[in-house]
């Protein structure tokens, strides 16, 4: 993707799904976030979805640009709030696909209360986090998700703050589908992905990526492939369990998998539920009667 | 000509319901011009409240009252803060059990009933300001009394309908009775 | 049988109800907000009222996300609205702005109590009036309309969402709590009455498309969500393709095109409305509730004999510039009263370019302005001038 100009002309296979005139892209040699985006591009393929009913919303940051590089109507809005604006893109055209993009920071640091919330409201998107450990864009800062005693900018003697379990975040605040893979499982990655964007319901998708630029020189992990060794050596894959057995700890083995898969009536099905008529009158309602079936 | 009513009580009292009846039936069914205006603290219950009227047969130019014509008291804060403020000549109407109006000017009409009380007696003292209309009704020439009585009905939820009409009623007899009593006592 | 968003008739009630029957009239059918007094009215009204007409309503966990999420309903096709108050109008600030660069139609309204911060929930103010011009950061232009009753609430809101849809911007209804929460009378007409505008979609095939190109009236075709043509929205500056361009030429032609839409358009949407400006020596400006305010004391003061006059700002922002240029060189002074120490008041006073005097009646909100103090400025100035 990263091709100069001058290099024979080679149509990418995901041609119809970029916005090949913007390409070259933004994203440093070794980033993780080009292996994810294409495994995106993949996954919507997969779907079988037609391109004019998906949308891609982002925030701030270098995950945020995937929304200028792919070929659906897509929005690049402000830092933190891709969510919302996805809340009310997905609620005001019901039938479109709307995945948001979003880095660690522009997810659950400034966007944090929104993400929470959406996953709880069951809003029907799927969001793609680029997990790479700190504030790319910005030079290399400490995030929510930056390890324990990572350097930083920001954390120059180690970061004195725990991070967020972000699986475990979203399973708590109700997701329907949450899964952790990272850049170099993209067959997994690809499959996980097809199955979030059918799924009803926010769904979650973690992917840890490589930041050899900002966060890697800092910590140990300078050259493009060291990160991704990393990957290679510690990754464990287990499917279906509970998150809380699935701690993301860079000191032991790296559990990944497709974690979560249930089912959960989304907002617009329990607000067209509440509007029915039918429900009853709260605490005693007749829920299971008009949900279940569905 | 303006006429400004002040209505005083406290939070959950329906202060805001009944000064939006009496704007109600001046406007929907007397066809003139009415504002309800309100005030209010944080609490939603028990803190200070009041509502204000404006009626006149043009167009309202300014909604608040500061020399009001009426005064309708359901509280014993709200008439000590306000009760100097109602015109010589003003009608000042309280509910008797929660207050107890310490001076009375002799330039205002005054009239009174255990609003409170009677709704009580009926059944729920949340209709205290249904019978305080009765009341404003019967002793006031406000708005049209069938006027007021139709905007009582219309405000108030359907399954309670009877008994707010009866409310009313109610206090719109009281007040008659008061009236025919001074009018005896004149004569 | 007529449509159940509008509720034709005769009505008594509150100009919070008022703004959410408006927007209903106007074709709203999305509303996202955060409770707020003085403007709750308008959530609790659309909470009801959207599902009956086939829209939707949510609740989110903050004005941020509420102002995100009317963006993202407005791409999706819907016209969209929320209402709140101060501090809720100060976290709306950073997506009014993403709004804006984008050319995204939608509906704000602002019911103004005493600031700053938490300051006065209860009571009135007019003291966000210069936030509702520059709040956000960046250059740009706003529309901004003060309704001054129940019945311009409903009249206003819906004027706000077709110079939205028109013009392709946030557009502010800047009210206040007295106004929000006044009951009166408001005349709803016939659906057929009303009129409403639509934004303009393209018609162009999806590869000829530019999103961000002005046609004549300076203002693009917007193509939403699912319409086909596959575009990309940023909050980056962009060129008329929508794609990020970091360069000064790019960021001169994307503002200036911001603010040509409006300028060249001000005619259309400026207005304002004159009482006894013939004779008048001296006039009073105002907006909003303060209108109230400014008409009593022009009864009051022709009553003895002085020679008032009236504007009544319904836009406020794009301000009348050029009217209030003239008029200053025509009047021996101009007041304007409003509920906060000197904000329009400065307009007011660039505008009348030392033509004449131009002097504050205002006071730091929780009540509006005595008609009796704008009484007595109008004979101080009367002295001075002498």
């Not at chain 2, 708005?143 to 409310?167: F, G, H, I």
Request: charged letters at 20%.
């Amino acid at each position: 993707m990263n091709q100069p100009s001058t290099a024979p002309c080679m149509q990418h296979p995901q041609e119809e799904l970029l916005r090949s005139e913007r390409i070259p892209h933004i994203w440093c040699s070794g980033c993780g976030i080009g292996t994810v985006f294409s495994c995106v591009l993949a996954a919507i393929r997969k779907t079988g979805l037609p391109l004019d009913d998906v949308a891609m919303v982002s925030g701030i940051g270098c995950t945020g640009r995937m929304a200028g590089y792919i070929k659906v109507d897509s929005y690049h809005t402000t830092h933190g709030r891709a969510i919302p604006f996805a809340t009310g893109l997905k609620l005001a055209r019901p039938q479109g696909a709307v995945l948001v993009a979003s880095g660690d920071g522009d997810l659950i640091a400034i966007g944090g209360n929104h993400f929470i919330h959406a996953a709880r409201r069951n809003i029907d998107m799927t969001v793609i986090c680029v997990n790479n450990l700190n504030y790319g864009m910005t030079g290399g800062q400490q995030a929510p998700s930056t390890p324990f005693g990572a350097k930083t900018t920001t954390s120059p003697t180690g970061s004195p703050e725990e991070p967020f379990d972000f699986c475990q975040l979203a399973a708590a605040c109700g997701a329907v589908y949450v899964s952790r893979w990272t850049s170099i499982h993209i067959r997994r990655l690809t499959e996980s992905l097809t199955r979030a964007i059918l799924k009803p319901g926010f769904s979650f998708v973690e992917v840890l990526a490589a930041c050899p630029t900002a966060f890697g020189r800092r910590n140990r992990m300078r050259a493009a492939l060291d990160m991704i060794k990393f990957f290679h050596e510690r990754s464990v894959i287990k499917n279906n369990i509970d998150p809380r057995e699935a701690p993301l700890d860079f000191e032991g083995p790296l559990l990944v998998g497709d974690f979560i898969d249930r089912d959960r009536p989304t907002f617009s099905d329990n607000y067209a539920l509440v509007h029915s008529g039918q429900l009853g009158e709260w605490p005693d309602l007749e829920r299971q009667k008009h949900t279940s079936g569905q | 000509m303006e006429t400004e009513i002040l209505i005083t009580g406290f939070g959950g009292q329906g202060i805001v319901l009944t000064g939006n009846i009496l704007g109600m039936a001046a406007t929907l069914y007397d066809n003139r011009h009415a504002t309800m205006t309100q005030s209010y603290g944080p609490e939603a219950r028990g803190g200070s409240c009041s509502s204000q009227v404006v009626i006149s047969d043009e167009p309202i130019l300014f909604p608040y009252v500061e020399n009001p014509q009426v005064m309708i008291c359901m509280s014993q804060a709200g008439f000590q803060k306000n009760c100097a403020m109602l015109q010589e000549g003003g009608a000042m109407l309280w509910d008797s059990d929660l207050v107890k109006p310490a001076e009375l000017s002799d330039q205002w009409r005054c009239y009174n009933i255990p609003a409170t009380r009677f709704a009580e007696e009926m059944g729920n003292k949340m209709m205290a300001n249904i019978v305080m209309l009765g009341f404003v009704a019967a002793v006031c020439a406000l708005v049209d009394p069938e006027s007021l009585r139709q905007a009582v009905l219309e405000s108030v939820p359907p399954k309670t309908r009877d008994k707010n009409a009866a409310a009313f009623d109610r206090g719109r007899e009281y007040g008659g009775e008061i009236l025919k009593g001074r009018a005896r006592q004149e004569h | 049988m007529a449509s159940k968003a509008v509720l034709t008739g005769t009505h008594f009630m509150n100009g919070d109800e008022a703004c959410a029957e408006g927007a209903l009239a106007a074709g709203c059918r999305f509303f996202a907000g955060y409770p707020i007094t003085p403007a709750t009215e308008v959530a609790e009204r659309m909470s009801r009222r959207l599902p009956q007409v086939g829209g939707m309503y949510i609740q989110m966990e903050d004005e941020i996300a509420s102002m995100a999420a009317l963006l993202g309903a407005s791409w999706g096709g819907k016209k969209a609205m929320t209402s709140t108050s101060g501090p809720g109008f100060s976290l709306m600030m950073e997506n009014l702005g993403l709004g804006i660069i984008t050319e995204t139609p939608c509906v704000v309204c602002n019911v103004q109590r005493g600031g700053p911060s938490t300051g006065l929930p209860t009571l009135v103010g007019q003291a966000d009036m210069m936030q509702a011009r520059w709040g956000s950061h960046g250059h740009y232009e706003i529309i901004a309309l003060c309704p001054s009753s129940p019945q311009e609430m409903f009249d206003f809101t819906i004027r706000a969402f077709n110079l939205s849809e028109r013009f392709r911007l946030p557009v502010l209804v800047m009210a206040d709590e007295v106004v929000g929460h006044m009951n009166e009378r408001v005349l709803i007409p016939e659906e057929g009455a009303i009129e409403v505008v639509e934004r303009k979609r393209p018609t162009c095939a999806p590869g000829q498309f530019l999103p961000y190109r002005p046609e004549a009236d300076g203002v693009a075709p917007m193509a939403c969500f699912g319409d086909g043509y596959r575009i990309h929205v940023t909050g980056l500056t962009h060129g008329e393709n929508g794609y990020p361009a970091m360069e000064d030429r790019a960021q001169e032609r994307m503002v200036n095109s911001l603010v040509n839409k409006i300028k060249m358009n001000r005619d259309a949407i400026i207005s304002y409305e004159t009482e006894y400006l013939d004779d008048a020596e001296v006039v009073l400006v105002a907006y909003g509730i303060s209108v109230r305010s400014a008409r009593r004391a022009l009864r009051m003061g022709r009553d003895r004999g002085l020679r008032l006059g009236l504007v009544k700002l319904n836009t406020v922002w794009p301000f009348p510039e050029e009217f209030i240029r003239g008029l200053a060189g025509r009047v021996r002074a101009l007041i304007m009263p409003e509920i906060n120490l000197g904000q329009m008041v400065l307009e007011l006073e660039r505008c009348a370019g030392g033509r004449c005097p131009v002097r504050l009646v205002g006071h730091a909100g929780g009540s509006i302005i005595r008609p009796g103090v704008i009484l007595s400025a109008v004979e101080d100035i009367r002295k001075e001038a002498v």
